[in-house]
């Protein structure tokens, strides 16, 4: 398929400084874009789709801690004074 553009000055310039940047031809660079945009249009967005990269990127290990949180936060904040 074959398509035909307009695009203002802007972004013409922004687009060409991208592509020579890469060091790709134009048209890969557009059908690279547009697949990506097609690919975001097929994912849910719900918080977790948006957040998927970053969950348990710092895991704890603790697969009960939403369990036992009261147990968790008073042991991390406990006075070692108190008894």
């Known amino acids: ?3 035909s553009v307009r695009l203002d000055p802007a972004t013409e310039a922004a687009l060409r400084r991208q592509v020579l940047s890469r060091g790709v031809p134009l048209s890969e660079f557009v059908r690279d874009a547009i697949r990506e945009k097609l690919a975001a249009a097929d994912m849910p967005n719900t918080p977790y789709a948006i957040g998927k990269a970053v969950f348990g990127r710092y895991a704890s290990g603790d697969t009960d801690r939403s369990v036992h949180r009261k147990e968790v936060l008073r042991d991390r904040f406990r006075d070692p004074h108190r008894r």
Do not use: E, K, R
């Open 1 to 3: 398929m074959t398509i």
